[in-house]
């Protein structure tokens, strides 16, 4: 691998992500020889503080979040020499000048000179993407990107909070930046089982045949949190709720993953281009009323692990009347030639009884139940309704992908038993799997957009789900409560149970 000279800077250092994910993620790359041995890493922020103080705050949550390896002192000054802090304030423009000396500055102490590749890292509010990028643009730090000179500026998300908002933000980013110097981050897409589902589908001949509308009745994506609302927390969430925050890029992203076309070359724009079809085709699970195919729901006091656990309107800078759906569920499809007719089930929550994201893909039956079907406990057996075959993406934890199928029970009697058969990425590789960060941080230094979000891809996944928020909104109505712990509310099931089917329980 290519090691990149550039500098890194972080726009809103002084925030969780910086702490929590982007430090710790750096330190493991740097740790397995990932990182040039001279790239600077800046952070920038409102308010005051030493290299010093910056470096000691990151150690401490480094030491807490780093997959790699104990943070010893010998290490983290190898490390940490490369860590510096600048204080800005990017919405002053008497700051912007200073923004450009200061960083020259750095580089100059680090490298002896100018770099002139640089990654900006947006842990910002959403209000400053803007804001950041226009002072690097009036600090005349935004060159065309070329072989020797570039600028990419990596976003977090929210990308918008509806389709007018994502458009009105393109529209001013595109005014100072090319498309391929932005990097929308969706960090599922850098999760190594996530990646993982394409080159499963597109490099073993047996499966893909069979994703199809001919052998799949319909497809399972959960993305379920046994967390609540994390502290300092409440007051993005109660903007924004479980389809802006989770569904509308999280679960459609996997959702487009098992069911894309496979890309005439294994290229970024060719797999978003197969993607953005995917959600182009989307349309609701029933003609009708949204409340046919997309329900809500919002815990109330439960139990997690055994312990008790406030509801939502209890949680920190949450209205105690709020309307904000901590759980959202739906029934889509994909229309098109391959996927005519078969649903995909789609649910996300916070204070599920796990937490757990997988994709299940189930099959149809044979076309006669000729056996009994059993499931036992010891030789204790019951009769139960047959089957059907499961193939299932376990995204996190205990990764794996797995099978469901049918095998003779041994015995004297024609009777059928479900069994598993599991591939666990740990068994196999033993070793831990990079973080979603690690890979995406590696991928922009390397200039690789494949796992980021393009703007149309984005427009189109808002196109589909801001509907749904509007007659929420213009309908005022109120998801339903479920108890913290539990697999959400009861419309949830009724939307299954509707066709008979029914959620699967992760296990
Ligand atoms: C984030 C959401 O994008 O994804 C959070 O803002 C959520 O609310 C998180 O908790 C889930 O990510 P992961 O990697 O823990 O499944």
């Known amino acids: 691998i290519d090691l990149t000279t550039a500098t890194i800077l972080i726009f809103g250092a002084s925030g969780d992500l910086t702490a929590r994910k982007l430090i710790p ?27 010093e103080q910056f470096r000691d705050e990151q150690r401490d949550t480094v030491s807490k979040f780093t997959r790699t390896d104990t943070v010893t002192d010998e290490k983290w000054t190898a490390f940490s020499k490369r860590l510096f802090y600048r204080e800005i304030d990017i919405t002053a423009e008497s700051d912007h000048a200073k923004l450009k000396t200061s960083i020259e500055a750095v580089e100059r102490e680090v490298l002896g000179d100018i770099i002139t590749k640089r990654v900006a890292y947006l842990a910002t509010a959403p209000s400053l993407f803007y804001p950041a990028v226009n002072a690097l643009s009036q600090a005349q730090m935004v060159p065309r990107n070329s072989e020797e000179e570039w600028l990419r500026v990596v976003i977090e998300k929210p990308f918008g909070h509806d389709l007018q908002s994502a458009q009105e933000l393109s529209q001013q980013l595109s005014e100072l930046l090319g498309e391929d110097q ?22 073993n001949s047996i499966f893909e045949p069979l994703l199809n509308r001919n052998h799949v009745d319909h497809v399972q994506i959960t993305v379920a949190e046994s967390q609540g609302i994390e502290h300092g927390r409440g007051g993005y969430y109660d903007r924004s709720g479980a389809l802006r925050d989770v569904l509308q890029n999280h679960v459609l992203q996997l959702l487009c993953l098992i069911a894309m076309e496979p890309p005439a070359l294994f290229s970024g724009e060719e797999i978003r281009d197969e993607k953005l079809k995917v959600l182009k085709t989307l349309s609701p699970g029933t003609k009708g009323d949204i409340s046919e195919w997309a329900v809500s729901g919002q815990y109330t006091a439960g139990q997690s692990f055994g312990q008790a656990v406030p ?3 209890e949680e920190e800078r949450v209205p105690a009347d709020s309307h904000r759906e901590t759980f959202v569920a739906m029934e889509v499809m994909v229309e098109n030639w391959r996927w005519e007719g078969v649903p995909f089930y789609l649910r996300t929550g916070k204070r599920m009884p796990e937490r ?24 204790i057996c019951s009769l139960v309704e047959r089957k059907p075959n499961e193939l299932i993406f376990r995204i996190q934890p205990k990764e794996s992908i797995s099978m469901k199928f049918s095998t003779k029970r041994p015995g004297m009697q024609y009777q059928i038993q479900p069994v598993e058969m599991d591939f666990a990425f740990e068994d196999a590789y033993h070793k831990s799997l990079p973080e979603a960060y690690e890979r995406l941080l590696m ?51 009724a939307l299954l149970n509707k066709s008979k089917r029914s959620w699967r329980t992760p296990s």
């Open 356 to 379: 757990v994201s997988e994709i299940a893909i189930q099959f149809k039956h044979p076309p006669m139940n000729l056996f009994t079907t059993v499931e036992c406990d010891g030789d």
């Open 311 to 313: 509801g939502y309107r």
């Open 25 to 51: 993620a750096l330190y493991d790359l740097w740790s397995e020889g990932f990182l040039s041995a001279d790239l600077p890493i800046i952070g920038l922020a409102r308010r005051s503080k030493t290299d």
């Open 182 to 203: 932005i990097y929308r981050i969706d960090h599922y897409l850098g999760k190594e089982t996530v990646q993982n589902i394409l080159l499963f589908r597109l490099s």
């Open 443 to 493: 991928d922009v230094l390397r200039g690789d957009s494949t796992l980021f979000t393009r703007s149309d891809e984005l427009e189109a996944a808002w196109k589909f789900v801001t509907p749904v928020l509007e007659e929420w909104e213009k309908t005022g109505q109120t998801p339903e409560p479920y108890y913290a712990g539990t697999w959400g509310p009861s419309s949830a099931m």
